[in-house]
């Protein structure tokens, strides 16, 4: 069974930054995908980036540039770095981890974020 808790979501003024964390735990040896979705309301859930256990990282094109993904395999945490935020960044964010290729994926309880002046 793998847990997810995620933390960072908040309220932020457009232009500002977010950093939102999510730690996996349970029977994990190692991960092999970890990411990042987002759901703003009315909208489907989509792809904010994501990052394999070698580095290997995909971005949205709305957020490449702006947004950057890490992750930490000693810790089984994943990190979304949010700079330039938008008001169209405004969404729940879900964190998702996929433990060994081809497996189902686990989801995180979501997290709020609302860039607004």
């Known amino acids: 069974q793998v847990q997810l808790v995620e933390s960072g979501g908040g309220l932020v003024q457009p232009g500002g930054s977010l950093r939102l964390s999510c730690v996996a735990s349970?029977?994990?040896?190692?991960?092999?995908?970890m990411g990042w979705y987002r759901q703003a309301p009315g909208k489907q859930r989509e792809l904010v980036a994501d990052?394999?256990?070698?580095?290997?990282?995909k971005y949205a094109d709305s957020v490449n540039g702006r947004f950057t993904i890490s992750r930490d395999n000693a810790k089984n945490t994943v990190y979304l770095q949010m700079n330039s935020l938008k008001p169209e960044d405004t969404a729940v964010y879900y964190c998702?981890?996929?433990?060994?290729?081809?497996?189902?994926?686990?989801w995180g309880q979501g997290t709020q974020v609302t860039v607004s002046s």
């Open positions: 998702k981890v996929v433990v060994i290729f081809g497996s189902a994926p686990h």
């Open positions: 349970g029977s994990i040896f190692s991960i092999y995908l």
């Open positions: 990052i394999t256990r070698g580095g290997g990282t």
